[in-house]
């Protein structure tokens, strides 16, 4: 299979306690995305790298939200001190960007449900 | 801030209809706009995507068309099907002025049911 992988599909913690997610991009994509969906809700941007370099983030990820990409290539979203409030699916998507102006479609993994208890 | 608007939120169909699913946004900046699939739990599947310079695009039995000055763009579906059913969901890949890219911008989806 040569989609978005995302790892685990599921993830059940205790409040206060950290969990991390990865994902691995289509192999030739340059760019990858983080994304949180809430029940009931479209997605919601959280961040985005190209290649290692994360350009681009979005208010809603706290100080307890990081995100990594060492070799430009899987991506690690790591939360701190979880809240109930972080019980969402989180999505990665990656996209290629060629030349100066991006066209890029994104493509989506089958995400990462959190349940915090 | 952008923001994306699907209408309507759920609709329910019998097999073999036409229908429409409609989304309009508030910011015409916009490079691009996406269709997807969501099914039940599931990631999202790319439908379509039409570029900011394009009025439409094709795949099989769906037609999605853009009016960016206006804001809006509808997902048609032809001969519906029960495999169609899901959340259909439609997002705008935001411009930034003096370059620089952003992340997708999400409507809360229409939710379809195709009823055999």
């Known amino acids: 299979d040569t989609g978005v992988s995302q790892d685990p599909r599921h993830k059940i913690t205790k409040r206060g306690q950290n969990v991390t997610f990865r994902c691995d991009p289509i192999?030739?994509?340059?760019?990858l995305y983080w994304y949180r969906q809430t029940l009931g809700q479209g997605p919601e941007f959280l961040t985005y790298?190209?290649?290692?370099?994360?350009?681009?983030k979005s208010r809603l990820l706290s100080d307890r939200f990081s995100a990594e990409r060492p070799k430009g290539s899987f991506s690690t979203l790591e939360i701190q001190r979880t809240e109930q409030g972080d019980s969402a699916m989180y999505l990665c998507?990656?996209?290629?960007?060629?030349?100066?102006?991006?066209?890029?479609?994104?493509?989506f993994g089958p995400g990462t449900r959190l349940t915090v208890l | 801030k952008q923001e994306v608007t699907q209408i309507p939120a759920a609709l329910s169909v019998p097999e073999g209809e036409n229908l429409v699913l409609n989304c309009s946004f508030t910011?015409?900046?916009?490079?691009?706009l996406q269709w997807f699939r969501q099914d039940p739990g599931k990631g999202l599947t790319s439908l379509l995507l039409?570029?900011?310079?394009?009025r439409e695009q094709t795949s099989g039995r769906l037609n999605a068309s853009l009016d960016k000055s206006s804001g809006r763009s509808t997902l048609y579906i032809a001969a519906s099907q029960p495999g169609d059913s899901a959340t259909y969901l439609c997002?705008?890949?935001?411009?930034?002025?003096?370059?620089?890219?952003?992340?997708?911008?999400f409507g809360k989806g229409t939710h379809l049911i195709i009823q055999p």
């Open positions: 039409i570029q900011s310079s394009q």
């Open positions: 790298f190209q290649n290692e370099a994360q350009l681009e």
């Open positions: 998507a990656s996209s290629l960007k060629a030349g100066p102006i991006s066209y890029n479609e994104q493509f």
């Open positions: 192999s030739e994509h340059n760019r």
């Open positions: 997002a705008v890949r935001n411009y930034i002025k003096g370059g620089g890219a952003d992340g997708l911008t």
């Open positions: 910011d015409s900046a916009i490079y691009n």
